[in-house]
């Protein structure tokens, strides 16, 4: 990303095939004119932009259900961005944050760090710089938008599972053969290899493999408690 034009491609465009929503950078300044500069930079490589010149405006306002970034100064009245960060993880808003401050120093900038940002630039910033640290920041915002979906299909996918087929599921990747779980719970090996296989088509699981990856994300794996 070396370019304007290329990193306009870049963020602009990603995972179109997964998201059909565009990123949204919101930008929160006390500053009017850096607002303005930011907006005109975003825009002219095609991102959609939200404006605040408060945190207490942005924690009044609905988020969009994109993937996302905010640009952040930390210096501000009432409400600093460190305050704002802190805000937003108690409501479990986890956003990419890039904070952005006239009076960078080291210790300010292990601070932000520490404290989750992805990114630390000082004023006055250079266009690619920024835009670089955006496109990074929406970047790694998709692939968490992406994940939260995917864990959100495994879960509507077990749901439909019955208490037999999450039990066998646990048990098999867990490491137990079909007849090791027929003998740990009482049911004849046919019946296991029964269950099994439908829970593999339930879960669109296309080996063994792919259901373990399934059992872990879900905390699942192993456990032989039946599940109600």
């Known amino acids: ?38 907006s005109s930079l975003f825009r002219s490589v095609g991102l959609q932009v939200r404006l605040f010149e408060s945190a207490q405006e942005l924690l009044r306002s609905k988020l969009e259900d994109a993937p996302s970034c905010l640009v952040l100064d930390i210096r501000m009245p009432r409400l600093s961005g460190f305050d704002l960060q802190a805000e937003l993880a108690k409501s479990n808003i986890w956003i990419p944050i890039i904070f952005l401050t006239g009076h960078g120093d080291i210790s300010t900038s292990v601070r932000a760090m520490k404290a989750g940002a992805v990114d630390f630039l000082t004023k006055p910033f250079r266009e690619q710089e920024m835009l670089d640290a955006v496109t990074a920041a929406l970047e790694r915002d998709q692939k968490r938008c992406n994940e ?7 879960r509507d996918r077990f749901s439909i599972l019955s208490v037999r087929e999450r039990q066998i599921m646990a048990l098999v990747t867990g490491g137990l053969m079909n007849k090791q779980v027929a003998n740990k719970i009482g049911l004849a090996q ?15 699981a296309k080996s063994l493999a792919d259901l373990v990856l399934m059992a872990e994300n879900l905390g699942i794996r192993g456990r032989e408690k039946e599940e109600s």
């Not at 059909?20 to 300044?29: A, E, L, N, T």
């Not at 939260?148 to 495994?154: Q, T, V, W």
């Not at 019946?191 to 593999?200: A, D, E, F, P, S």
């Open 1 to 38: 990303m070396t370019t304007i034009g290329e990193t306009a491609q870049s963020a602009s465009r990603i995972s179109t095939a997964e998201v059909i929503v565009q990123p949204m950078v919101y930008v929160v300044d006390d500053d009017r004119l850096i607002r303005e500069t930011l």
């Open 148 to 154: 939260e979906r995917a864990n959100s299909g495994l």
């Open 190 to 204: 046919q019946t296991v290899k029964i269950h099994r296989g439908n829970l593999m088509r339930k879960m669109h």
